[in-house]
């Protein structure tokens, strides 16, 4: 599943070819994904005015002109895959959008999706700002001021354990589970752990390692991405070194003990019993 780190670096690829450039055809070729398209609502705003911007929230992607805001989600296996050609190479193509280069040449964008979980929504400028999908999100944990503090603060009194509470939009977006494994081990502390009884100082060495391991997921899908013309459909995971997760059974590479798994929340949790207390 595309987590932060890939859509991030999926949003400055488009950026690259969208901003200052205008959207000047758009093919859906389905009238629905993971939720209806609105078709006409996203032509009206999208299509004939230069994009202004394309940035990321959480997981969703926004392609803004003056009019408006087309909103992707790429769900299980969604990607955007540029081409010169109107015919998309790719198979289960459900979208394409056609932008002229900046030698009048056409370039096309086909939104790729096979199983089809992800979404192209639009909203009004004005609508953003409520939009049910993106209001309730909590802050980004690579633009937060303090991290550390937000999430010591908004854990107290809750008896969640700490990995699903990092793992809760509400509470920080962009946290998946191969991140919160990852970071709650480099800072020692045990995923099941009541995420109140977390302390202020574990919380600075969690936020710490949080913000890491989603810049190195980046760097790593920045250099891979270069190639993403040639990418052939799902979006890949990005190479980052995994101490714990997927791991169980095997020696911790920091103290030789067994790597534990347990289901948390449902999701498949991965920790040291000995460096993580
Ligand atoms: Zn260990």
Redo the contacts with the bound molecule.
């Keep these: 599943m595309p987590e932060l780190p890939e859509v991030e670096c999926l949003t400055r690829a488009v950026q690259e070819v969208l901003v200052g450039r205008t959207i000047t055809h758009a093919t859906f070729h389905r009238k629905d994904l993971r939720w209806p398209i609105p078709t006409q609502e996203f032509t009206k705003l999208l299509v004939g005015s230069p994009v202004l911007n394309v940035r990321r929230r959480s997981k969703y992607m926004l392609v803004e002109t003056k009019h408006g805001c087309g909103i992707f989600h790429l769900g299980m296996t969604g990607n955007i895959l540029l081409s010169p050609n109107e015919e998309s190479a790719w198979k289960h193509t459900h979208a394409s959008f056609r932008v002229l280069d900046q030698n009048q040449d056409p370039l096309f964008l086909h939104f790729v999706d096979p199983r089809r979980f992800g979404s192209i929504l639009a909203c009004t400028t004005n609508e953003l700002v409520y939009h049910p999908l993106l209001v309730k999100l909590g802050p980004e944990p690579l633009e937060i001021e303090d991290l550390a503090d937000h999430l010591w603060e908004r854990s107290r009194g809750k008896s969640v354990a700490v990995k699903t509470f990092l793992m809760d939009a509400h509470n920080v977006v962009g946290v998946g589970n191969i991140y919160a494994n990852e970071s709650l081990?480099r800072a020692g502390v045990r995923p099941t752990r009541p995420a109140s009884k977390v302390k202020r100082v574990e919380w600075a060495k969690i936020a710490d390692q949080v913000q890491s391991v989603l810049k190195e997921a980046i760097i790593a899908g920045g250099t891979s991405f270069r190639d993403y013309r040639h990418a052939d459909g799902g979006p890949g995971y990005f190479e980052l070194s995994l101490q714990v997760y997927g791991r169980a059974g095997e020696?911790?590479?920091?103290?030789?003990?067994f790597?534990k798994l347990k289901k948390l929340g449902g999701r498949a949790t991965y920790y040291?019993?000995?460096?993580?207390i």
């Design positions: 081990f020696e911790c590479g920091q103290c030789g003990s790597v040291c019993p000995e460096c993580q």
